[in-house]
Structure formats: C-alpha cells, structure tokens
C-alpha cells in the first residue's frame, strides 16, 4: 500500500492549508489515520489520528486549529490546517494501517504505510 501526500507550502502566519494523503493497493480495511510532523533538528511527533474507535486525537498545540478527516471511498485523509503559526514550521506526514485484501495467490495481510512527507513553512 502506497500513500501519496500533497498539499504543503509556504504560508502567512495566519493562514489556512489543506494537506491530502491517498492510499492506493490492494487494500480491505483502513483502522488507523494519522498526521506526524517532524521540524528541523526534531524528533518527529503525532499531531492527529484517528484510531480505531473512530474517535480523534490531536496534539495539545493544534487542538483547535487542526481538523483531521478521512473519506472512506477514496482511501484518502485529510488534515485542514487553520491560523498557521511559525512553529507549525515542518515537513508532515502521513501514516495509514489496515489490511489488505486478500488474493488466490495472498491472504490478507496488516500494512503499516507511510507518506512521502509534504513540507509546511509558515513565515511570520
């Protein structure tokens, strides 16, 4: 399973961005979502998830700003992004777990995916 991220940038303190990240492959089952972040010369950390009990989970510093969403018919999870601070400075990405469908040739297995990472800066 391959996850493809889009949708980082430069933005204005302030400002608004949508970040994208569809799953594509064999895929049955999608039970976890999820945004990491890491900034320069720190350790990468989880800004939002869905797990799954469906409930969401956000970092204490984009509670309110951060909205995390998927949609189910197109495998893709979304991360809308609002008053953009300087230190939400960063490259994202996105993680994704479920399971596979199964073929004649393969059982259903878990996969564990990561994005490719999308880059956010936001200037002051």
Known sequence: VQLQASGGGLVQAGGSLRLSCAASG???SINYKGWYRQAPG?????????PSDG???YADSVKGRYTISGDGAKNTVYLQMNNLKPEDTAVYYCNVKG????SALYASQFFDSWGQGTEVTVSS
């Open 55 to 57: 409930n969401t989970d």
């Open 42 to 50: 720190k350790q990468r950390e989880l800004v939002a998830q869905i």
């Open 99 to 102: 399971r596979t469908r199964s």
């Open 26 to 28: 064999s895929i049955s």
